[in-house]
């Protein structure tokens, strides 16, 4: 599945004109927390499009938080943006 997920980004990253958000290590670190499922993956695709489309974080008060907790989304958004390539540069 995580391939699956690592080639939607890629095609995202192209289509969007940013570079190449590989979420393999998002993944790596979600599972790490102990927080991944469909909706926490979900919602660090999210987050990460946001910032790189936008350039900032997803705001903390934002009501779409997937069905999340504000105390997992808030993880989750670390996470994104950790391996976010905006935070990178």
């Not at 979600?30 to 489309?53: D, E, P, R, W």
Request: proline share 2%.
């Amino acid at each position: 599945m995580s391939k699956y997920y690592a080639d939607l980004a890629k095609a995202w990253a192209e289509e969007l004109g940013c570079k190449y958000i590989d979420y393999a290590n998002g993944y790596t670190d979600l599972s790490a927390a102990g927080i991944k499922n469909a909706t926490t993956v979900g919602y660090l695709q999210a987050c990460s499009l946001f910032y790189s489309i936008f350039g900032e974080e997803i705001p903390e008060t934002s009501k779409e938080l997937n069905g999340l907790t504000a105390t997992v989304a808030t993880e989750v958004r670390k996470i994104a943006l950790k391996h976010c390539p905006i935070a990178k540069e």
